[in-house]
Every structure is written in C-alpha cells, then in structure tokens.
C-alpha cells in the first residue's frame, strides 16, 4: 500500500508480524515482548493504532468481508484489493521454501 506517511517495511513488518499468534498458538502480545519493535508497530499489532494500525484492521476486515470497516480507512478499495491480492501471491511463493 502506497503511503506516505509511513516506512513500506513498516506495513510489511506489522502484516508479518500479525499472524505470529496463529502460528505459534500463543497471545501475540507475548511473542513480540522481546523483539525491539518501533512502538509504532507495537501499538498496530496490539491496539489496531495510528497508520500502521489502521491498515491492519482495514486488511483483516478485507480478509473478513467486512466491507464497512474497509470504507472507514483513507484506502480506495481497489488499492485495498490489489494490496491484498498482492499479498496472497507473495505468500504462495513463500510458503514451499518454507517448507524445505
């Protein structure tokens, strides 16, 4: 997503890191304790705050089908959409090198 008023690797961290819970079966607040986050990461991936924050919530109600909650971010939908899609695509190339 093309923002200019946050670092790109910052929205890119907050989406990685948003998912560690789910992978690891444990409350996310646990997991990042030790990581040296900015604190504008960590209030994104524990409290949904500031720009990084706010995207965050827009991707997962995307993911959700939560239209609504999509249109209260500052994001047209297709950026949203091509975002996300994007995202799906990444993934999908990643995950069998992981798996070796």
Not at 48 to 68: K, P, R, S
């Amino acid at each position: 997503v093309a923002r200019n008023d946050a670092d790109p690797e910052q929205f890119f961290t907050v989406g990685m890191f948003s998912v560690l819970d789910g992978l690891f079966d444990q409350p996310l607040s646990q997991l990042i304790v030790d990581l040296k986050l900015s604190p504008d990461v960590t209030k994104a991936l524990l409290e949904y705050q500031g720009i990084l924050g706010e995207v965050l919530g827009c991707v997962i109600a995307y993911d959700q089908g939560n239209w609504e909650s999509i249109q209260s971010v500052d994001l047209e939908e297709s950026t949203v959409r091509e975002a996300y899609l994007e995202a799906i695509e990444w993934m999908a190339t990643l995950v069998p090198l992981l798996k070796d």
